[in-house]
């Protein structure tokens, strides 16, 4: 059972701007930078975003994470079909001194 | 950036030994701290071990620490997993990962393609 939650799955047609939330608590998200990782179909991850909305180079800038409180969001703009993945955030957590991941949300483009 | 490159996974036994391997190419690896994060079988990531950029420090969470060791060797760009009391929740593909500091280590911009560990009698 992770400790952050994201919503299993999410949809967008293409063109359309798509939100992935991840909720945490204040031992984690409220206190840390949030990390968001891509992964398609049969690859290793890829990092997204890193301290909560900074984009690493060669990351298209349609996608943008944002951290509130004990949540934070990915979003992405202009969705392709090639986005469609698992995405998942991180977060380092006080309580269990270890860095926690997201279920993860399986996107789906319709 | 680093190409990575895993290997040394495959079938062990409960309660057997495994060490993996991720070969780094360049000349940089020296300058990465790097970890190690697991995906069980249609499951999520979970990180499993990291070890500063001169193998100074390592870091474990709870659910390995004293199972497995994390270690690196900057002469040949190669960083190490050894894992003993293997269960078969160990089960996963391992990933290896350069990793970045804040409060704690995530995988960053380096990643290998994985390698497959089965913990199964």
């Known amino acids: 059972q992770s400790v952050l939650t994201q919503p299993p799955s999410a949809s967008g047609t293409p063109g359309q701007r798509v939100t992935i939330s991840c909720s945490g608590g204040s031992s984690d998200i409220g206190s840390h930078y949030v990390f968001w990782y891509q992964q398609l179909p049969g690859t290793a991850p890829r990092l997204l975003i890193y301290r909560s909305d900074q984009r690493p180079s060669g990351v298209p800038d349609r996608f943008s994470g944002s951290k509130s409180g004990t949540s934070a969001s990915l979003a992405i703009s202009g969705l392709r079909s090639e986005d469609e993945a698992d995405y998942y955030c991180?977060?380092?957590?006080?309580?269990?001194?270890?860095?926690?991941f997201g279920g993860g949300t399986k996107l789906t483009v319709l | 950036e680093v190409q990575l490159l895993e290997s040394g996974g495959g079938l062990v036994q409960p309660g057997g030994s495994l060490r993996l391997s991720c070969a780094a190419s360049?000349?940089?690896?020296?300058?990465?701290?790097m970890t190690w994060v697991r995906q069980a079988p249609g499951k999520g990531l979970e990180w499993v071990s990291s070890i500063s950029s001169s193998a100074s420090t390592t870091y474990y969470p709870y659910s390995v620490k004293g199972r497995f060791s994390i270690s690196r060797d900057n002469s040949k760009n190669t960083l190490f997993l050894q894992m003993n009391s293997l269960r078969a929740e160990d089960t996963a593909v391992y990933y290896c990962a350069t990793a970045i500091y804040n409060s704690g280590w995530y995988p960053f911009d380096s990643w290998g393609q994985g390698t497959l560990v089965t913990v199964s009698s």
């Open positions: 360049g000349s940089t690896f020296r300058t990465y701290a």
């Open positions: 991180a977060a380092w957590d006080d309580s269990l001194g270890d860095v926690i």
